[in-house]
T-cell receptor, first 113, second 116 residues
Framework: LAKTTQPISMDSYEGQEVNITCSHN???????ITWYQQFPSQGPRFIIQ???TKVTNEVASLFIPADRKSSTLSLPRVSLSDTAVYYC??????????????FGQGTTLQVKP | NAGVTQTPKFQVLKTGQSMTLQCAQD?????MYWYRQDPGMGLRLIYY???????DKGEVPNGYNVSRLNKREFSLRLESAAPSQTSVYFC???????????????FGPGTRLLVL
């Protein structure tokens, strides 16, 4: 499983766009990149997943360059409720051969008023 | 749908006591997982069950046992609790379909365990 590196913490203000970058130099051909969000006292929840280029959903965008050695989670116009820990995960399709998601320390995003 | 439920929400044990953490999911998922999360750290996989009837060790299995009771339920047992097992325990499940994208895991609310 590819190791990931992301900043330990980030600060932002309400209404700003936040970009969190994750490095995964050893990503394998079959690996996908997935981001999870964890609020205090809750379990992580899926935000977005991608393989290459750009993926967008109602919550965030994920930018993946051609070499796939990094990815950037973009949160548009953050609010106080976006204060959470964000985890970048890289892994192979499970195909029943489960399924060891590796959660690093994540990035603690603090949104200030 | 309740998703993934865990009981109890909070538990205090004395060193050497035993207990079982319960987890159930109503999404008809094949795979289930137990993680622990220590302060300031990410989640670490304890055990997982790829499908009903199978279990495998994760990253930190020592001191724990698991039972996949049926497709819905996956329990985690501490036979002789130690202070080092003080943590927040999360159960998760995923569909485990073949091929396709990396699977999404759905997490329960967690069980906070304090071992004195």
């Amino acid at each position: 499983l590819a190791k990931t590196t992301q900043p330990i913490s980030m600060d932002s203000y309400e209404g700003q766009e936040v970009n969190i970058t994750c490095s995964h130099n050893n990503i394998a051909t079959n690996d996908y990149i997935t981001w999870y969000q964890q609020f205090p006292s809750q379990g992580p929840r899926f935000i977005i997943q991608g393989y290459k280029t750009k993926v967008t959903n109602e919550v965030a965008s994920l930018f993946i360059p051609a070499d796939r050695k990094s990815s950037t989670l973009s949160l548009p116009r953050v609010s106080l409720s976006d204060t959470a820990v964000y985890y970048c995960l890289v892994g192979v399709p499970f195909s029943g051969n489960t399924g060891k998601l590796i959660f690093g320390q994540g990035t603690t995003l603090q949104v200030k008023p | 749908n309740a998703g993934v439920t865990q009981t109890p929400k909070f538990q205090v044990l004395k060193t050497g006591q035993s207990m079982t953490l319960q987890c159930a999911q109503d999404m008809n998922h094949n795979s289930m997982y137990w993680y622990r999360q220590d302060p300031g750290m990410g989640l670490r996989l304890i055990y997982y069950s790829a499908s009903e009837g199978t279990t495998d060790k994760g990253e930190v299995p020592n001191g724990y046992n698991v039972s996949r009771l049926n497709k819905r339920e996956f329990s985690l047992r501490l036979e002789s609790a130690a202070p080092s097992q003080t943590s927040v325990y999360f159960c998760a499940s995923s569909e485990a379909y073949t091929g396709g994208t990396q699977e999404t895991q759905y997490f329960g609310p967690g069980t906070r365990l304090l071992v004195l």
